[in-house]
């Protein structure tokens, strides 16, 4: 990572992680932003929902109330969507010389899946990693919050909730905990961010990384 973003020809590949709630959406949007203003090609996507498939498998994940959804299941549609969104979008863009910016990718499925619902680990893991075919993030930032606070952020939001957004604290801890465990086993592309501040003092310290 000391290769500077702005003057290389490299296409990156970013991925923004934490709670919901955490701000990584706003913040994964200013960098976009930011990037796009200094003439590089930035390709903005997210996940659940950025491929074909995606906003099928979204609404049918986190807005459909009618459904008890088995946490297996619920592994498998969120891989399902990232392969397909891989092989669709992030690939192809990254070929083209884009810089692909990527709201939650497989981290997200070993938080979540993996401590917030309790499915095998080991499973957890093979599937994340076979659903991104080989597409490693070059750089991931981890917005870290509280879940206090994180939880007051999504208070306020006015985007409706999503199921993910309705669970118990007891859950955001548990995935808090996920990501945690990540971080500390030395994952060096995992950037920790300091998260609890303004808008603007989390974006400045997000572009110290492409100076
Ligand atoms: P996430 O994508 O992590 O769920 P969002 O970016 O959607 O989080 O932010 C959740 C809510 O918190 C939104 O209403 C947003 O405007 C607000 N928010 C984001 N960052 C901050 C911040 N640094 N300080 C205060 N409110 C924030
Ligand atoms: P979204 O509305 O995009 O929330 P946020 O703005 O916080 O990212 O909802 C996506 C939800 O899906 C979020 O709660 C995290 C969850 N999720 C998983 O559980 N597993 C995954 O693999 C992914 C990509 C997301």
Known sequence: MNRSLLNSEVSRFITFEGIDGSGKSTQA???A????????????????????????????????????????????????????????????????????????????TLAYQGSGREV?????????????????????????????????????REKEKNKMDEEPFEFHSRVNEGYRQLIEKGTPRIKVIEASGSLEEIQMEIRRFFE
């Open 29 to 31: 949007k200013l960098l």
């Open 33 to 108: 932003d930011y990037l796009s203003s200094k003439g590089i090609r930035v390709f903005f996507t997210r996940e659940p929902g950025g491929g074909s498939l995606g906003e099928a498998i979204r609404a049918d994940i986190l807005d459909r109330r009618d459904i008890d959804i088995e946490p297996y299941a619920e592994l498998c549609l969120f891989c399902a969507d990232r392969a397909q969104h891989v092989r669709e979008i992030i690939l192809p863009k990254l070929r083209d010389g884009y810089t692909v910016i990527c709201d939650r990718y497989y981290d997200s």
């Open 120 to 156: 095998d680990p080991g499973l957890v893991h093979r599937m994340a990693m076979a659903s991104s075919l080989g597409v490693e993030p070059d750089i991931t930032f981890f917005l870290s919050v509280p879940v206090e606070q994180a939880l007051l952020r999504l208070k306020s």
